[in-house]
């Protein structure tokens, strides 16, 4: 969505092997976030928005099966073949989006807002969908929050230049701590938020990296084989620490629109 730089043919199986890495890394969190969150009752229509490959919709597929699911993307080529239970569509910021007004129960947004500038119309577009009750789910990053001691220069090097990259095309590498407030400002009430610690320890020094720098090193035109030579170095680095604190925050759908 917005900012998230197109894919060339050249990448394409690098960024879906990307993807499907940080789903499989992150769903033991990402699980109990649907389920405390989004997901509680028997049955209904999630809209993930920014689906990817569709590794997150499969695995809640799998593990909510009254409920069905619909992905919207920028980029077809990631998406997959549509199921029993779900379908892939291909959408824009702008919208509009190929759902009925209040239509959906619940709108899933994981990682998206760093990269959209269209923020506030993205989530206007999520309240319209939604019926009245309907929750929407924002997961991002804040990366004034990620933490690696002791600190390597080349991470910090990457957290910088990826920061400027990101902002030059009007997104936001620190809209974590913003969520609440973009909720707040398109209307949704009940507004709630956490943040979850994800580390090294918890999913492995490697997978942690992944998730910290692959993005970054492709916007930035720089190969993804650097992770493999820090995730050595950080590994060879007594009593290094890995941590990226990931914002969850919800909202409810009001009754008026």
């Known amino acids: 969505m917005g900012v998230y730089t197109r894919i060339d043919d050249g990448t394409l199986q690098d960024e879906r092997a990307r993807l499907e890495a940080q789903a499989l890394a992150l769903w033991p969190v990402e699980r109990q976030i649907l389920a405390r969150r989004l997901l509680d009752r028997p049955e209904g229509l999630m809209i993930d928005l920014g689906c990817g490959t569709g590794a997150t919709i499969a695995r809640a597929a799998a593990a909510w099966t ?18 029993p239970r779900a379908r892939f569509e291909v959408t824009t910021p702008a919208g509009p989006w190929p759902i009925r007004d209040g239509e959906a129960d619940a709108v899933y947004a994981r990682f998206v807002m760093q990269h959209a500038p269209e923020r506030d119309a993205l989530l206007a577009l999520a309240r319209r ?5 309907g929750r929407v789910l924002l997961v991002d990053v804040d990366d004034r929050a ?10 910090d090097r990457i957290y910088r230049t990826s920061t400027a990259v990101q902002a030059a095309r009007g997104g936001d ?22 943040v979850l610690a994800v580390s090294g320890a918890l999913i492995g020094v ?13 916007q930035m035109g720089e190969p993804a084989s650097l992770i493999e030579r ?3 170095e950080a590994e060879a680095t007594p009593g290094f620490v890995a941590l990226v604190n990931i914002f969850v925050a919800s909202g409810v759908c009001p009754g008026d629109r």
């Open 66 to 83: 009254g409920w069905r699911f619909l992905g919207l993307d920028l980029e077809a080529r990631l998406m997959p073949p549509d199921g």
């Open 129 to 133: 969908a939604l019926r009245p009750g």
């Open 146 to 155: 990620s933490v690696f001691e002791p600190t390597l220069p080349e991470i």
């Open 173 to 194: 590498r620190t809209v974590g701590a913003r969520l609440p407030g973009l909720l707040h400002r398109a209307g949704f009430t009940q507004i709630d938020y956490e």
């Open 206 to 218: 490697r997978s942690l990296l992944d998730l910290a720098l692959g993005l970054k090193l492709r």
């Open 230 to 232: 820090l995730t050595a």
